[in-house]
């Protein structure tokens, strides 16, 4: 008999890049939305943190902002921290620096005042974070921001055939709820709510993402990154199972996103919040 384990998934850093320009745009269009950083006004570096900073090629991207910021990706991967330790630490073209860490989010509390806690496509692994929210404004500097982006697509056929068929009487006992582990995001009014409840200046808003893919199984091949994560590790081990699995998964996949003439469409909702902690 095999016991469903309780670990955290385990990240493969080259799968999940896979897809990265359609994972980036989103990042891209929040970035847009975060408003001009205290340490900018005031002509110092800024001090940045970037909460489950994944492979680092999004943090990185904050460099190309804040040239001479000096940047902390925290993630809890160590899979994922190799990855951007390998190819993104070290001094940035501005002068300023990234480094990696290891943190747990849940955990996670501003250990100095920072003009700027983001987070990309992170915080839905995290149960409870918005109880974080007002340790992590405190943690700003006056004028700071904290600004986060996560999916909303739980109720798309991709999450929930996921979720029914981990549930079936044949996978229930190893894997009855891995595919409904990450479903810990609010709606943009929530998120918007709570912001402005803490003093802030916030907006919040959804955008759904018609992103056209190519390739055979495209959203399987997503998936595989991302929530498939928590299936693919407690099956680890068993080539047999996972075979099984994804063949399964795969046929579902087929139904819901067939191909179209000019490749598969999988649409994607993303909710976005950017909080703007007053002077
Ligand atoms: C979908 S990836 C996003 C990575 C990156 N932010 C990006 O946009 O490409 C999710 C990341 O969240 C990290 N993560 C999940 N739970 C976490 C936690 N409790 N604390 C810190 N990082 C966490 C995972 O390890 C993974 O690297």
Redesign the pocket.
Known sequence: MHSAPTS?PT?DPQQ?LRHSTL?TRP?LDLLARIPELPATAAGRPARIA??????G??TALLADRWPDARITG????PE?LEQAEKHHAGTTHGGGWLDFRP????HWKPDEPYDLIV????LQ??PGHPESFPEWIAGLAPGGTLAFQVPGNFVSPSHALLGELCDTPRWRERLGGRGRQFVHVLSPAEYLDRLAALGCDAEAWETTYSQLMHGPDPVLDWVKG?ALRPVLTALDGDDEAVAAFVTEYRDLLRRAYPAGPHGTVFPFRRVFAVARRRD
């Open positions: 955290a990240w999940y994972r990042f970037d909460i489950g900073c994944g492979p090629n999004v925290f993630d809890v991967s994922m943190a747990d989010a849940a987070s990309n496509a992170a692994w995290v991302t």
